[in-house]
T-cell receptor, first 117, second 108 residues
Framework: SAVISQKPSRDICQRGTSLTIQCQVDSQVTMMFWYRQQPGQSLTLIATANQGSEATYESGFVIDKFPISRPNLTFSTLTVSNMSPEDSSIYLC??????????????FGPGTRLTVL | GQSLEQPSEVTAVEGAIVQINCTYQTSGFYGLSWYQQHDGGAPTFLSYNALDGLEETGRFSSFLSRSDSYGYLLLQELQMKDSASYFCAGGGDDKIIFGKGTRLHILP
């Protein structure tokens, strides 16, 4: 099973600035996923990041606003650009890996809690 | 489009049994998963159904009916620590989509 770390765990940012969130996995994985979760809400998939190719963005999310890097099989970054208060949310990195029961599971990082003033 | 529908919240008594339902509409569906998320924590995997029927893991069971596009999570012998949000998630097209989550309140 994969163990995922994220940095920073939380941040408070000013409107108009950008924040880059880092995600590190302890094993090589093909696909990494970035989700956003508003407090008390569900997880919304932002994009899927594959190593060596452009990220695939979901409807409502664009590369200019959420550029993603995937330089290798264990690391990815998500940048939230030109932030506004509406971007305040928890951002979660996730990977799919085989769990203890031999089933493919999605493992999540601890999340980055972003507050935009 | 892809969507998963589940109740927004459910209340049950400690020691009882509770069922959380999920209906879905996803393209290329290959299975239904359930995740638990405590306040302030990350989602954690509970169970997965690829085939119709019941999967049991300790106090938790999950059921899937592909013909009905329906599944449920069954929690038995409820404990206060089970108070959390529960998400059903459907897989398809190389990504997983999550339902809006069901907040489970447990009364002593």
């Amino acid at each position: 099973s994969a163990v995922i770390s994220q940095k920073p765990s939380r941040d408070i940012c000013q409107r108009g600035t950008s924040l880059t969130i880092q995600c590190q996995v302890d094993s090589q994985v093909t696909m990494m996923f970035w989700y956003r979760q508003q407090p008390g809400q569900s997880l919304t998939l932002i994009a899927t990041a594959n190593q060596g190719s452009e990220a695939t963005y979901e409807s409502g999310f664009v590369i200019d606003k959420f550029p993603i890097s995937r330089p290798n099989l264990t690391f990815s970054t998500l940048t939230v650009s030109n932030m506004s208060p509406e971007d305040s949310s928890i951002y979660l990195c996730s990977v799919e890996d085989t769990g203890l029961a031999g089933i493919n599971e999605q493992f999540f990082g601890p999340g980055t809690r972003l507050t935009v003033l | 489009g892809q969507s998963l529908e589940q109740p927004s919240e459910v209340t049950a008594v400690e020691g009882a049994i509770v069922q959380i339902n999920c209906t879905y509409q996803t393209s290329g569906f290959y299975g239904l998963s359930w995740y638990q998320q405590h306040d302030g924590g990350a989602p954690t995997f509970l169970s997965y159904n690829a085939l119709d029927g019941l999967e049991e893991t300790g106090r938790f069971s999950s059921f899937l009916s592909r013909s009905d596009s329906y599944g449920y999570l069954l929690l038995q012998e409820l404990q206060m620590k089970d108070s959390a949000s529960y998400f059903c998630a459907g897989g398809g097209d190389d990504k997983i989509i999550f339902g809006k989550g069901t907040r489970l309140h447990i009364l002593p």
